[in-house]
């Protein structure tokens, strides 16, 4: 039995899939920032594909002597594909650390509240440490206003 039209076209389909699939798709190549810096992208990626096609079936002609022929008629089909590539986040590896930073910083709010978080504290911190120096100078000057 030889080989039907859709195979070939199946085919051609899957060899074209199978070269835009490259772990570089999801995971690109590093680049390297002039302090020393290495920033990763990471996508998802999506593909979908369809093909389909079909074949009519003889048709019955009459030529100009009224006699019957039949007429074989070509296989019909066709393919399609799509891609989405969306990037999803970068790593950054430097200063002896690694950090995942997220495109869509609303899906990781979680993350950006604990980053925040020790900045936060040392504002406050700094806040107490002026209110205490401030405190501290008041009754240093009370101390020598009482002295005189």
């Given at each position: ?21 490259d772990v570089n798709t999801i995971v690109g190549d590093p680049v390297e920032t002039p302090e020393g810096t290495v920033i990763i992208p990471i996508s998802r990626v999506s593909f979908g ?100």
């Amino acid at each position: 039995m030889g080989s039907h039209p859709i195979e070939a076209l199946m085919k051609t389909t899957m060899e074209s899939l199978k070269d835009m699939v490259d772990v570089n798709t999801i995971v690109g190549d590093p680049v390297e920032t002039p302090e020393g810096t290495v920033i990763i992208p990471i996508s998802r990626v999506s593909f979908g594909f369809a093909s389909g096609g079909g074949e009519y079936t003889d048709r019955m002609t009459k030529d100009v002597n009224d006699t019957e022929t039949s007429e074989k008629l070509p296989f019909a089909g066709g393919t399609g594909a799509g891609v989405s590539v969306q990037p999803v986040a970068f790593m950054v590896v430097g200063n002896g650390e690694m950090k995942l930073l997220p495109v869509d910083q609303n899906a990781n709010m979680l993350d950006s509240l604990l980053n925040f978080m020790p900045k936060f504290v040392e504002k406050i911190q700094g806040m107490g440490n002026k209110k205490n120096q401030k405190k501290g100078k008041k009754t240093e000057e009370n101390n020598e206003n009482t002295e005189e």
